[in-house]
């Protein structure tokens, strides 16, 4: 089927065009891409994808709906968003592509508006991370990844707004990738919204986009069960943070500070956390952001086994769980600090 011939049928009654993510990241051939961060009026170096099935049958396409070198037209884009669309989806094979894609709108956008740049940057990290741990050498796309934090720091610096708008850019459905971008950005803004220094942003943003690189080495079968996780299970991604820090400590562009937050960022405030149960004394000081923003996150994205929750209600748990020794396993402050937080995006 052709892109043209897909677009001209694209209402018809027994095609629905899927939101949902592609597939278990580790299995899936396309990935997805925000729709917003296409560049209106100019070619598409790679064909552009949505994700349909048939309603007599579960099987699941993915059809192309703009070609490589076929122009991006605003007329084309109307049609996706009456649907509710966001995203369309890529060949995994295209990633580089993609990758250049972004950095030339990068170069393209430079301090754009808003919104349009917060997207952009959001997108260009979960496709840095994917391409960074597809890779034997990290230091490129680590340092690739630096600059983007660094662009993305300079947005949420500029006023208040630029705040408000993370809530409309942040992905619900949790992967390893959509999770670790959104819990990267949380980690620069909040301590921007605290006051604090840049270090501390760009130190948490960097930790916060690889805390979770452990986890590629936990089954897959394991992160994607809807039934409760037995002790073997868990015993298993309990391991994640020390193979974490096992991989990235080899890198010497992975700064000492950010490479010690993805060992600690399981750890809990009255030291029942993991891997080394060390107690807020003898944690890293941005320690406490992070575990509580992880948490945070999950809490707000959909899971296999349940559906996301409102922020109201993902702070109303935060502040009523429980750690193993019957106390929160968050810092108090750092707790008020993200109600505050929240309240302005």
Known sequence: MT??????????????VLKGLAAPDSESSHLP?????????????????????????????????????????ASFLEPLERLGLERGYF??????????????????????????MLSLCREHLGLTLRLALRQ??????????????????????????????????????????THSVNVSLLSMAMPVFLGKGRRESLTLGLAGLFHDV?????????????????P????????????????????????????????????????????QGLTLAKQHPLTRVLRLLDAYDALTSHRPYRPALRPFAALKVLQEQLGPRGATPYAPQTLKDLIRFLAII
């Not at 892109?3 to 629905?16: E, G, I, Y």
């Not at 598409?44 to 703009?66: A, D, N």
């Open 3 to 16: 892109s043209q011939f897909f677009r001209q049928q694209l209402m018809s009654s027994n095609l629905r």
């Open 136 to 177: 034997p050498h990290l230091g490129k796309h680590l340092n690739a990844a630096k600059k983007v934090l660094g662009q993305t720091l300079q947005v949420l610096e500029r006023d208040d707004l630029s705040f408000r708008l993370l809530g409309e850019i942040l992905f619900s459905d949790y992967s390893l990738y």
């Open 91 to 116: 060949r995994a094979e295209d990633l580089e592509t993609v990758i250049a894609y972004l950095n030339n709108h990068l170069l393209l956008t430079g301090n754009g508006e808003g919104k349009a």
């Open 232 to 275: 073997e299970d868990w015993a298993d991604i309990r391991e994640h943070p020390a193979l974490g820090h096992r991989l990235l400590s080899s890198h010497p562009h992975f700064p000492v500070a950010a490479l010690r937050l993805v060992l600690e960022h399981h750890e809990n405030a009255d030291g029942s956390g993991y891997p």
């Open 33 to 73: 891409l925000a729709l917003k961060v296409l560049i209106v009026g100019e070619a598409l170096p790679f064909p552009l994808f949505l994700k349909v099935r048939r309603e007599e049958s579960p099987e699941i396409h993915f059809l192309p709906y703009l070609e490589a070198g076929e122009g991006v037209d």
């Open 214 to 230: 452990g986890l590629t080495r936990v089954d897959a079968s394991i992160l994607c069960k809807v039934e409760p996780l037995g």
